[in-house]
């Protein structure tokens, strides 16, 4: 069977972030950076769960607001300058 994009994107992204976060300070990598590495998790865990169940929106509403957390938690890095504002350009 072959996988959903969305899925797919998020398992590449989690290659992605994972490695960069777990080089971030001490001071950030076990509080923001475990959060983050958490809830990259959660969403493809989300994600595999929605593509099985019959009620979907419900479940990608919710997907949808741990995302959000996600923008929020990356613009984070970047104010705090741990991330190269360059990356998402």
């Known amino acids: ?4 994009s969305i899925i797919q994107r998020t398992y590449d992204t ?30 493809l865990e989300g994600l595999i769960t929605a593509k099985y169940s019959r009620k979907k929106l419900p479940q990608l509403y919710s997907l949808n607001v741990k995302l959000e957390h996600l923008r929020y938690q990356t613009r984070l890095l970047r104010d705090f300058g741990l991330i190269e504002a360059d990356l998402f350009r």
């Open 1 to 4: 069977m072959e996988e959903l």
């Open 14 to 43: 989690i290659q992605w972030y994972v490695p960069m976060l777990n080089k971030l300070p001490r001071s950030h990598k076990f509080t923001l950076g475990d959060r983050m590495t958490n809830a990259l998790y959660d969403l």
